[in-house]
T-cell receptor, first 119, second 108 residues
Framework: GAGVSQSPSNKVTEKGKDVELRCDPI?????LYWYRQSLGQGLEFLIY????????KSGLPSDRFSAERTGGSVSTLTIQRTQQEDSAVYLC?????????????????FGPGTRLTVL | GIQVEQSPPDLILQEGANSTLRCNFS?????LQWFHQNPWGQLINLFY???GTKQNGRLSATTVATERYSLLYISSSQTTDSGVYFC??????????FGSGTKLNVKP
């Protein structure tokens, strides 16, 4: 089947505009993750969904960021009033089983990312 | 939060050499994963290893949860192993923390 897909692949926007990033996980995967990677930097965890619920939203960088997941499938990450420091590659991943719990194996499959540039 | 430290930050190997990458973490964690990011940016999950030892081909990983560290072994390295290796820990069942990565360059 298809892997994790993200859209758009590239987004250039002007400072102050809102953007919406989309993630389609692998069908049947219950967990979905959003990460951010700034140019030349490491990975920053943003939020994790188990089904449609996010247990902890404190990883979102500011209140301009929000995320939702509907139907246990597609997720959108919305950034309002974008700033230049929001420029980064936004990565989505999904896994069959939840991130925690008594599982012997829990592989995250990553999408190709959305490269966001805020001018 | 929790601190996750990886070492070494950079590593250059000749093809065929072996190496060990280390990940230390400052508190008890729910799980630990190793990832590889290739030079084109694609991330691949290598191991999900909250404790014990796992092997997959030339790669193996060991996590000693009681001593708060994990090791990733690469044997007979190949140029395709180049990239950045990240470890990540799940803390309080709801938040991942990443190390800053080990950048590996395997030369032919």
């Amino acid at each position: 089947g298809a892997g994790v897909s993200q859209s758009p692949s590239n987004k250039v926007t002007e400072k102050g505009k809102d953007v919406e990033l989309r993630c389609d996980p692998i069908s049947g995967h219950t967990a979905l993750y959003w990460y951010r990677q700034s140019l030349g930097q490491g990975l920053e965890f943003l939020i994790y969904f188990q089904g449609n619920s996010a247990p902890d939203k404190s990883g979102l960088p500011s209140d301009r960021f929000s995320a939702e997941r509907t139907g246990g499938s597609v997720s959108t990450l919305t950034i309002q009033r974008t700033q230049q420091e929001d420029s980064a590659v936004y990565l989505c991943a999904s896994s069959l089983v939840p991130a925690g719990g008594p599982y012997s194996y829990n592989e995250q499959f990553f999408g190709p990312g959305t490269r966001l540039t805020v001018l | 939060g929790i601190q996750v430290e990886q070492s070494p930050p950079d590593l250059i190997l000749q093809e065929g050499a072996n190496s060990t990458l280390r990940c230390n973490f400052s508190d008890s964690v729910n799980n630990l994963q190793w990832f590889h990011q290739n030079p084109w940016g694609q991330l691949i999950n290598l191991f999900y290893i909250p404790s014990g030892t796992k092997q997959n081909g030339r790669l193996s990983a060991t996590t000693v949860a009681t001593e708060r560290y994990s090791l990733l072994y690469i044997s007979s390295s190949q140029t395709t192993d180049s990239g950045v290796y990240f470890c990540a820990v799940l803390y309080n069942f709801n938040k991942f923390y990443f190390g800053s990565g080990t950048k590996l360059n395997v030369k032919p």
